[in-house]
């Protein structure tokens, strides 16, 4: 396991980086020390975060803005983050996007946008910082932000399941194949999180939701703490945990009705 000592002066690059789970990685890494390249689309939240954990924890940080459901955006955040030599050890792909409702109620853009972010942008930044960490040979960590989704299929939020479950795939096979080098690759599948992604998702939350949502904080402290333990999956809380396990025992059909009906326990879509 990673000391403070070590921790201390690492670049981070986190993308997704100016509310919610993003955010709250942001702030555990800073008050280990970790200097903080901090991307997103609002440049101003990222400044007034950044301001805060450089004079809170006398880190160092760069705010990029880039919206990275557009296409070649990708290739400009990793020229800025790496400029002047700088040598990255902690990539965060955290930026992400779905929508919940029927398959038909949402523009087919959106669902590009979705694919976009979740799937083409999370590769390409994992491809351009895997040439670079191995380059520098430094340890390096890389954890891609997945889903209890990752592991189960719910009716609704279908193409968002999708990029999370290729999330999934994509992080755990890299793992294996780098599992002898300087970089360790980890999955952070987290469940219900208090966060804007509830509202930007279309998603109303019922009062019986609120017994398995978790906050921001909890989840990237669970999720940072087994990245430097160089976990290779890490789903934070005891019943999400459980739950990523049920599709071993119980027939495709029967989990997708089962997660249709919870699902529906605790949320509505808004119309």
């Not at 976009?116 to 491809?127: K, M």
């Not at 954890?143 to 999708?162: K, M, R």
């Not at 987290?190 to 509202?199: A, D, K, L, Q, V």
Request: charged share 20%; net charge positive; proline share 3%.
């Amino acid at each position: 396991m990673q000391t403070e000592l070590v921790k201390k002066g690492m670049w981070a690059v986190i993308t997704g980086a100016s509310s919610g789970i993003g955010e709250s990685m942001a702030r555990e890494l800073g008050r280990e020390g970790v200097n903080l390249i901090l991307v997103a689309r609002r440049l101003d939240r990222l400044q007034i975060l950044g301001a805060e954990l450089k004079d809170k924890y006398q880190i160092e940080y760069q705010a990029i803005d880039a919206d990275l459901s557009v296409p070649q955006e990708t290739k400009r955040v990793f020229e800025r983050a790496t400029a002047n030599g700088r040598m990255i050890q902690v990539l965060i792909n955290n930026a992400g996007v779905g929508v919940y409702g029927p398959f038909m109620h949402y523009d087919v853009e959106q669902y590009s946008k979705t694919i976009q972010l979740n799937v083409t942008a999370l590769t390409e930044l994992t491809y351009y910082f895997v040439g670079h960490m191995q380059g520098h040979g430094k340890t390096s960590y890389i954890s891609n932000v997945g889903s209890i989704a990752s592991f189960l299929s719910v009716p609704y939020f279908s193409v968002y399941c999708a990029t999370k479950h290729f999330v999934k795939e994509f992080t755990q096979t890299l793992n294996f194949e780098l599992r002898k080098s300087n970089i360790s690759v980890t999955l952070i599948a987290p469940g219900g999180t208090y966060s804007e992604f509830t509202e930007h998702s279309g998603q109303i939350l019922k009062k019986s939701a609120h017994a398995s949502m978790m906050s921001s904080e909890l989840v990237a402290r669970i999720g940072m703490d087994g990245m430097f333990k160089r976990r290779r999956y890490i789903v934070p809380g005891f019943l999400n945990s459980l739950m990523v396990h049920f599709p071993r025992f119980l027939p495709a059909k029967w989990m997708l009705a089962l997660n249709d009906l919870a699902m529906r326990g605790a949320v509505d879509y808004k119309k």
